[in-house]
């Protein structure tokens, strides 16, 4: 028999919340309504005092089960932070005072406000349990790094002064990639006027002579299954031999390839010798180890060389990279240095559209280009051409409007980085080969790239990417992230960037890599629900085998077993919901997040009857963008209905269709669903869970027609966080619908 749960209520008085709420009625809500054991008020009950009374209700046993009513749930998160107790927040502050006018006629319509987050927050937690420990939890103190380049040998040396060991498989006989193909970098520090010295040989060393680095050369991943904390991968040599280790996390940094110049025929690519691409140029420069660069062609000193940016870059052409590379320009004032170093004599002249120097010294780096005599000319190249012994560059003036040509010995091609990715998993080709008997037909799939983990995951061999190729990740509020908890991408394969920032990248993708392997010692969540300590869970009886939980998973942390049902990974698991969005027949669920802890919150509401005027809007408020901008318009004292109650849910992806039907039919006049910007420059923070309810919720007017309701009723709204005006509005724009087609008719 389940140990009956104890059940507590904490209300405070402070920041203005006695003052405009009736205290008493608020307890009287949550015992007698709620039927909560006793309800305690504080005046303050952040500050020590209350925390303290809290702390010691449990430790006396008294309560297991408490809810809290007082300012918003991401407000004073370390203040009411209790181990192995359930608990919900009923906000009072944001939500209800700071929202509502501070005026007589609206102290019933307020009052009533606070008392249904009351009834809410009771009926939520009602329905929770303390997270426990699934039994997954394994530690591994070893990361494992896929490619031996600058990105990836800064890693483990990050890796390592933190005392953790690293491993880096590299595919090539050497380490340091492109990097060690380098003369010399742009320069990083003050005064950023002259190239320096890549390190790479440096870093090479460090990585060598470090007991806790261990290197793997010809060398590629074969397999990776597990989760973090307890990945195993199998490492193959050339020689056929493989081994299989135990790792906590990983860091792919496998780098980038340069852009084929083949394709750029106007340019005369493979035609003449003396048309080379930077990393032709960057050859050429340590041949000549600081002396005279001299052409391909036939060993003459070069006198004139002319540089053409973006090169089959920032372009829609078909076989274009359409985005920038974001190191081209400094790379090619710095090749232009190699020149007017040995002799300021030399002709350099850049050719640009627009030049890019971005980061702390660019704007030094390019002045100093200029007082070195490098000549930068605004313009578009069409075509390179042979001519006699030299090269004949066709281009538009901008600054003159008028078409130009000039020789040179040498064109550089600035041509951009393409990410060394693997194999995107969302672009594999499924062919049927032709046979007469359907019995022998095959299904072929058609892989575009060698996979760089080969992950055993149901969802594909490597991790998605974006529409460049490059891995995804949630570029502005998790860089580093990727939709494969505890792997994490850095340097080039994650975005184009130069060796600074390949520095830095690695070294952040190091400690997100750290924080990984520990946070599944422990069975916590990765970024955003950092923490969290539940995990799915599901009635096997109960489930279907639709596939549904599996296919919909953003980051691929559900399996299935030989039979079909789905096995959660813990340790991979984001506590997104998707899973329990996703599922027709209700049966996962975590243990603080299900669909009855949302559902009895919602059915919790005291819905008046039509007569009283008093319409109810409910709005599932994802907790990532659209409640902070709910609260931060609380902050900022705007105005928005009393007849709204919010609920906020982990994501948009985990609102079940049984929300929003039982919704309607309690009797809400309307409904609202707030989620993150979707799409390709999408802003949710689990990547695909607003895109999927929107796909969800196209469906919801079939709904609304069965029970013969207006579609107007129920709205879905991609919310910024940044959008503390907005959300008012659409909720007093959604009251005066309702206000207009009338309140709803399935009233009781």
């Known amino acids: 028999m389940a140990e009956k749960k104890k059940l507590g209520a904490y209300i405070c008085k402070g920041c203005g919340i006695g003052d405009r709420l009736d205290i008493a009625q608020l307890k009287k809500t949550a015992t007698r309504e709620g039927k909560f054991a006793f309800a305690k008020d504080h005046d303050f009950l952040c500050n020590s005092d209350g925390v303290k009374m809290i702390q010691a209700d449990i430790d006396a046993g008294e309560v297991d089960h408490i ?133 790479i040989d440096a870093l090479i060393k460090q990585v060598e002579e470090n007991d806790n680095i261990t290197v793997h050369l010809n060398s590629t991943v074969t397999k990776t299954s597990g989760a973090p904390g307890r990945f195993s991968v199998d490492i193959s040599q050339e020689s056929g031999s493989t081994k299989t280790e135990n790792f906590g996390s990983i860091i792919q940094a496998s780098g980038f390839k340069l852009y084929d110049a083949n394709k750029l025929p106007e340019f005369s690519y493979g035609k003449s010798p003396d048309v080379v691409d930077q990393l032709g140029l960057e050859a050429l420069a340590k041949a000549a180890n600081g002396g005279a660069i001299k052409r391909p062609s036939d060993g003459k000193e070069v006198e004139s060389v ?83 012994g030299n090269l004949k560059v066709k281009f538009k003036d901008l600054i003159l409007d008028e078409e130009v040509e000039s020789e040179a010995d040498l064109v550089v091609l600035a041509t951009g980085m393409e990410p060394k990715s693997g194999v995107n998993i969302d672009a594999i080709i499924v062919e049927e080969e032709e046979d007469e008997s359907e019995e022998n037909s095959k299904t072929i799939p058609i892989v575009p790239a060698e996979s760089v983990l080969n992950l055993d995951y149901r969802q594909g061999p490597d991790l998605p990417q974006l529409v460049s190729g490059f891995t995804d990740s949630h570029f502005i509020c998790f860089p580093y992230e990727t939709r494969r908890t505890g792997i994490y991408a850095a340097g080039p394969v994650r975005r184009p960037m130069d060796m600074k920032q390949a520095s830095e990248d690695a070294t952040g993708a190091a400690l ?93 509401v005291d819905i008046p009857d039509e007569f009283d005027e008093k319409p109810r809007i409910l709005v599932l408020a994802c907790e990532n963008d659209a409640y902070p901008a709910l609260d931060m318009a609380g902050m900022n004292r705007i105005e928005y209905s009393a007849y709204v109650r919010i609920a906020p849910v982990r994501c948009l992806g985990s609102v079940s269709m049984s929300w929003v039907t039982d919704a309607l039919n309690n009797g809400y006049d309307g409904i609202i669903l707030m989620g993150c910007q979707k799409g390709e420059d999408y802003q949710c923070h689990f990547v695909k869970g607003s895109e999927m309810a929107h796909t969800r919720m196209s469906k919801v007017d079939d709904t609304l027609t069965q029970l013969q309701l207006e579609t107007e009723r129920v709205e879905t709204h991609e919310i910024a966080i940044s959008d503390i ?24």
């Open 67 to 199: 809810m809290i009513a007082a300012c918003s749930r991401r407000a004073k998160t370390d203040a009411f932070r209790f181990d192995n107790v359930a608990m919900s927040r009923a906000n009072l502050r944001e939500g209800v005072i700071w929202v509502r006018p501070d005026t007589e006629e609206a102290e019933e319509t307020t009052q009533e406000m606070a008392d249904d987050y009351i009834r809410m927050a009771c009926a939520e937690v009602k329905f929770m349990n303390p997270p426990s420990p699934s039994g997954e939890q394994g530690r591994v103190d070893h990361v494992l790094i896929v490619g031996g380049g600058f990105t990836g040998l800064t890693a483990a040396v990050e890796i390592a002064k933190a005392g953790y060991k690293a491993t880096i498989v590299e595919q090539t006989g050497n380490l340091g990639g492109i990097a060690r193909q380098l003369y010399k970098r742009i320069p990083t520090k003050a005064p950023y006027i002259d190239p320096q010295d890549t390190g």
């Open 306 to 388: 002319i540089f053409v940016q973006c090169a089959g870059q920032r372009s829609e052409k078909e076989g274009h990279l359409n985005y920038c590379s974001g190191h081209c320009c400094m790379t090619s004032i710095k090749q232009a240095m190699y020149f007017k170093d040995t002799n300021p004599d030399i002709d350099t002249m850049v050719v640009y559209s627009e030049l890019r120097t971005p980061g702390a010294g660019g704007e030094d780096i390019y002045r100093s280009g200029q007082q070195k005599g490098v000549t930068f000319t605004k313009g578009i190249v069409s075509e390179v051409t042979p001519n006699g």
């Open 512 to 604: 997100k890599a750290i924080q990984a392997l520990e946070n599944a010692a422990l069975g916590r969540a990765a970024h955003p629900r950092a923490g969290d300590l539940s995990f799915p869970r599901f009635r096997k009886e109960g489930c279907t085998q639709c596939k549904r939980c599996t296919v919909e998973c953003p980051f691929g942390a559900i399996n299935e077993d030989e039979d079909g049902y789905p096995v959660f990974n813990e340790a991979r698991c984001r506590r997104c919901g998707t899973c329990m969005g996703a599922c027709p027949v209700r049966v996962i669920s975590f243990e603080n997040y299900s669909v009855d802890t949302i559902g009895q919150a919602i059915k919790a």
């Open 725 to 748: 005006q907005r959300v008012p509005e659409i909720i007093n724009n959604m009251a005066a619908t309702i206000e207009k087609i009338g309140m709803s008719p399935l009233k009781f």
